[in-house]
C-alpha cells in the first residue's frame, strides 16, 4: 500500500477532490488517500507551495504528493513529476511544488506525456482528473517513473522573498496567513538568532511594537498582540485569542522588522 497525498484549491462543497480520489482508487484499489487541505485560497499558488513545504517531510518516504493549484490548466504550461530524495511529486509546472521537492532534493523532472497514462477523454479545466490523478495512482503501483515522459531540465521555481540584514535592522514580511489570522513571516529562528545575538530588539509590524518573543499564545491576556516561533519554523504575529490578521488589517507582503535597541 503506498500514500497519495492531495493538496489542492478546490473546496469541499463541490465534487472535484472526490472525484480524483475516486479516479486513483480505481487504478489502486489498496490505495491510501491522505488529503492535507483542500481549502487553499483559489488560484494562490504560493501559499499552496508554503503549505506543501512545510507539510510534505512528515509523511511517509514514497509518498506521491498530488498537488493541483492550476489557474493556467488548459493552456501552455507543463503537466510534469518530479523524483525527490524520499517522494514524488505530481502536478502543474507553475511553482507549487519547487519549494517542496527543492528541499528534499530533486533528482529527476519529467514532463507528463505518456497518455497511456491518462484517462481517455481529457478536459481542458479538470486536468487534475484526468492526467494528475491517473498518474499519482499509477506512480503508487510502482510504475518506472522514466516512463511517464521526457526528462525536463528546468521548471518553475518559486521562492521566498529574501531577508533584509541592516546594521540595526531585519527586515522580513508576511508570506501566509493562517485560518486563525495569524501572520507568518519568512523570519526564521536562525536568521533571527544569528541578527538578535544577545541584545535587546523590538519587533515591528503595522505601527505596532513586541518586544519578546513569547512561548506559546497564552502567554498574554486575550486579545494582545505577540511574537511566537510557530509550526512552520518561522516568526508568526498572532493575537491571543484572536486574529492578528483582521487587528492589524494586515496582508501578505505586509513589512515585519526586528530592530535593535
Known amino acids: 500500500m503506498k500514500t497519495v497525498a492531495l493538496l489542492t484549491d478546490f473546496g469541499t462543497s463541490d465534487s472535484f477532490a472526490g472525484v480524483m480520489k475516486a479516479v486513483m482508487l480505481g487504478i489502486n484499489p489498496r490505495l491510501h488517500c491522505l488529503d492535507i487541505t483542500h481549502e487553499v485560497k483559489p488560484q494562490d499558488i504560493f ?17 506521491v504528493f498530488l498537488v493541483v493549484v492550476d489557474p493556467g490548466v488548459g493552456t501552455s504550461r507543463l503537466p ?11 502536478g502543474p509546472d507553475n511553482g ?19 497518455r497511456k497514462y491518462f484517462l481517455k477523454n481529457i478536459s481542458q479545466t479538470f486536468h487534475g482528473r484526468d492526467i494528475f490523478a491517473p498518474v499519482a495512482a499509477r506512480l503508487s503501483r510502482g510504475i518506472p517513473f522514466r516512463s511517464l ?6 521548471i518553475t521555481r518559486l521562492r ?11 527586515k522580513g ?8 489570522g495569524n501572520l507568518v513571516t519568512n523570519i526564521d529562528q536562525e536568521s533571527f538568532r544569528s541578527f538578535i545575538g544577545s541584545r535587546r530588539f523590538s519587533i515591528r509590524v503595522r505601527n505596532k511594537t513586541i518586544r519578546y518573543v ?8 486575550p486579545g494582545v498582540l505577540l511574537a511566537i516561533f510557530g509550526s512552520f519554523g518561522f516568526l508568526e504575529i498572532a493575537v491571543s485569542e484572536g486574529d492578528a490578521s483582521r487587528k492589524l488589517g494586515a496582508r501578505k507582503g505586509a513589512a515585519v522588522s526586528i530592530v535593535l535597541a
Do not use: H, M
Open 47 to 63: 501559499s499552496a507551495a508554503i503549505l506543501l513545504a512545510g507539510s510534505y517531510a512528515y509523511f511517509p518516504k514514497g509518498t
Open 214 to 221: 513569547a512561548t506559546s499564545y497564552q502567554a498574554v491576556r
Open 160 to 170: 521566498l522573498p529574501a531577508l533584509v540584514r541592516q546594521r540595526r535592522a531585519l
Open 96 to 114: 507549487v511544488l519547487s519549494l517542496a521537492a527543492y528541499d528534499d532534493g530533486v533528482k529527476k523532472i519529467v514532463r507528463l506525456e505518456n
Open 80 to 90: 510534469i513529476a518530479i523524483q525527490t530524495r524520499n517522494y514524488f511529486f505530481v
Open 173 to 180: 514580511e508576511v508570506i501566509y496567513i493562517d485560518r486563525f
Open 149 to 154: 515522459g521526457r526528462e525536463v531540465r528546468a
